[in-house]
């Protein structure tokens, strides 16, 4: 069969292909298919009204070329090109939030990027990192800045991995990184002031054995200071009863808490 200009991936005359959204009754004029091999039907009409960017990327992708998104993303994906009700975004597993997230940002899709972006939000805590990749490469800095001090904690190598055709990520959150890195030998370097006890006692014995647990607690790590007020709060124990040491503790948190607030937000790491 002869390629059409543009060669977007038009039903076979023997295919009928509908559309995805289940309230749609209107027979689909093109399919896409997906990175998964599966073809999914659409409207020309609406990539042209609900996308700035599918039908720019449509006349390159020949019959048989599949998109990068799997089935289940661009399925998702119409919905929000249709005139109708959108799914409800609050219960797609991360994975396919986070490509779905990216796909309408790729193909701009203004009606699902605002509410994606809400849902992506919602899950910096359980996947920081992933969530500050997306917020680098699209252009949300409010939520780099909070995902960024949670991703701290994640292994490098996992770092790497994830950055892996981003090697400019790699290098900001390497950056951003070094700010934690440096309060870490801060902590290692220098033990607060003691709080004298009566009788001019620097530590009744409480002191350096909660101080020695702490520093393992810190363990070397970048997560080690993003956690120091939770971790010495918990530990808080080891102290009971000595309001000098308690004191002492409190000091060193301060301490610790003013130069964490000093580090730079990571969206000005760029
Ligand atoms: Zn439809
Ligand atoms: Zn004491």
Same mark, same amino acid.
């Given at each position: ?38 073809? #999914? ?10 996308? @700035? ?10 019959? !048989? ?52 972006? =809400? ?11 992933? #969530? %500050? ?14 995902? @960024? ?13 994830? !950055? ?16 934690? %890195? ?13 709080? =004298? ?15 020695? !647990?702490? %520093?393992?607690? #810190? ?15 918990? =530990?808080?124990? /080891? ?6 040491? #308690? ?21 000005? /790491?760029?």
């Amino acid at each position: 069969m002869a390629a059409k200009t543009p060669e977007i991936a038009e039903p076979l005359e023997c295919e009928t292909i509908s559309c995805p959204v289940d309230t749609c009754l209107v027979p689909a004029d093109l399919v896409l298919v997906s990175s998964d091999g599966i073809r #999914v039907g659409a409207h020309s009409h609406c990539l042209e009204l609900y996308s @700035g960017g599918f039908i720019s990327v449509l006349p390159t992708i020949s019959a !048989t070329e599949a998109l990068e998104e799997t089935a289940e993303v661009l399925e998702i994906l119409m919905y929000y090109m249709h005139n109708g009700r959108q799914p409800s975004s609050r219960n797609i597993p991360f994975h396919i939030l986070q490509a779905l997230a990216a796909a309408a940002e790729k193909y701009l899709v203004y009606s699902a990027m605002e509410v994606l972006n =809400l849902q992506m939000e919602r899950y910096i805590p359980s996947h920081p990192l992933q #969530v %500050l990749i997306y917020a680098v490469k699209y252009d949300y800095p409010d939520l780099s800045d909070k995902a @960024g001090p949670l991703s701290i904690g994640v292994p490098f190598e996992t770092v790497l991995n994830e !950055t892996e055709n981003r090697p400019d990520i790699l290098l900001l959150w390497t950056r951003y990184r070094e700010y934690y %890195l440096e309060i870490v030998h801060t902590i290692y370097a220098s033990e607060p002031a003691p709080v =004298l006890h009566p009788g001019g006692i620097a530590d009744c014995g409480k002191w350096s054995e909660f101080h020695y !647990t702490m %520093l393992n607690k #810190v363990a070397g790590s970048a997560e080690g200071v993003s956690k120091f007020s939770h971790n010495l709060k918990q =530990l808080g124990f /080891m102290l009971a009863g000595c309001f000098h040491c #308690v004191q002492r503790s409190e000091n060193w948190k301060h301490a610790i808490t003013k130069r964490v607030e000093k580090i730079p937000a990571f969206s000005s /790491m760029a």
